[in-house]
């Protein structure tokens, strides 16, 4: 059993993260911490420069709003908003928190993963804990 569960979610209503969530709690210790996540990818300078800065800080606060929202399905979870390359910044964040176990969904791989990669792989590949991959 985990002490220390990280859940990523996405935030599209084509996600249904209580699969996840019941995931986590089935997996958890007595008294587990679970720290639910979404990371907002940086958007190029390019592409900043043409949107408004009131557009993107109301972006990311429906976003905040969202992932408060979406961690309610877990009681008692910490619901955190990390910025950066989402493979990269799961890890890093899980690293970072001592996490012990990653529950993250992923999609069934296409030809485009063996060259890039998906998230979940990036995760898989990378984590110094345990990983839980939901399909």
Known sequence: MYKNILVPVLLDD???????FAIAQALAAEGAKFNVVHVMENLPAYATAQIAADVLRSAREAAVTALATAARGLQGAEAHMLTGHAGRTIVDYAKENDVD???????????????????????????????HVIR
């Open 14 to 20: 084509a996600n249904n993260n209580a699969e996840a």
């Open 101 to 131: 176990c990653i529950i993250i969904a992923s999609h069934k791989p296409g030809l485009e993963d063996f060259f890039l990669g998906s998230t979940a792989s990036r995760v898989v590949r990378h984590a110094q804990c345990a990983v």
